[in-house]
């Protein structure tokens, strides 16, 4: 028997609750996955299968058995798929490497939108049609799409996934948008897609943060502005690293195994009590804020299911120990999953 509770039943009525799966995950080999993973959430992201670099490797060929066992995974548990993404400068396979030609860019960018989200219409809920086009001042990041096309290639991702996607929604993904500067660059993008007639549905607030740095107020007026231009607002990367910024780090030698270095990996023999509970009130915190504008926030993604897998113990130096999600290396919740259930007892 398992009374666990599940964060799908509990945000019901308030907004999807995601993860981000591997193909691991999909293939439902690991069994306290396989169990865990539909039980808790009603919306997945592809965390790297349906990148451009995986689906398509060659300019006349695509691969889609990852993506597809994605979409059939997601059907048989009752989970929306929001599948990621469409054009983003990384992970960009390898001949687009010598693409110098905007003529050539913007065969690509029509190919694989038309081609790929074509495939998928019908077949999974939403997009991010593009990824991380904007610098932390606002400006457009000098991408190979905006070096080649000019910053105007995000209207034409929108208008050909439009087109191809009728049937699925499109959104604008990227992290620190909830940053002042960035967040106005992000805005002014919205509206340019919107003036010129172009559907965007939604956006992406990625949320990766840490328990050092989690910037609340920030993150309120985010969901207000971004609300206020009449599309979803959604957290669609959340993670708190628990661990320090090691490039603050005075005397951590980054170069050295991450492993061994007491400064750069403190808890890699557990997370201790006081840190496990700040992370809970984060999360606490954070929950609150959004069950507060339910009506604007219509999903909240995890990077990730569990700590074991999560991408932070190897970014920004790899191999160490963090700590940033719900559920712990053996798949079990930890306290901060029961303050996010608990927030529900709030409202
Ligand atoms: O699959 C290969 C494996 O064969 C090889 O042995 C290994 C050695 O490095 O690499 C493996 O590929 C890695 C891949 O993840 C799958 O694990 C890549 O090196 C690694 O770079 C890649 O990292 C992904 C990263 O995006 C790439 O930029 C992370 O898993 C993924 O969590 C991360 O996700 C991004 C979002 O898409 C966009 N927003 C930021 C977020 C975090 O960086």
Known sequence: ANNQPAL???????????????????????TAAARLVPQQFDAATPENMMKAALMHPEWNRYYFDEADKLVAYAQKHNIKVNAHTLIWHSQLPAFMRHMNSADSVRQFMRDHITTVAGRYDGKVYSWDVVNEALNEDGTMRKSVFQQKLGDDFVVEAFK????????????????????????????????????????????????????EHLPLDQ?????QEFGALGIEVMFTELDLSVLPSPRGIVGADVNQSATYNDKINPYREGLPDSMQNKLADSYDALFRLFLQYKNKVTRVTFWGVDDGQSWLNDFPVRGRTNYPLLFDRKLQPKPAFYRVIDTKKHT
Do not use: C, M
């Open 8 to 30: 799908r039943e509990v945000f019901k009525k308030d907004f999807a609750i995601g993860t981000a799966l591997n193909n691991r995950q999909v293939a439902e080999r690991d």
């Open 160 to 211: 050909l996934a439009q087109q191809a996607a009728p049937h699925t929604r499109l959104y604008y993904n990227d992290y620190n948008i909830e940053q002042p500067a960035k967040r106005a660059g992000a805005i002014a993008l919205i509206k340019k897609i919107q003036a010129a007639g172009v559907r965007i549905d939604g956006v992406g607030i990625q949320g990766h943060w840490s328990v």
């Open 219 to 223: 993150i309120e007026k985010s969901i």
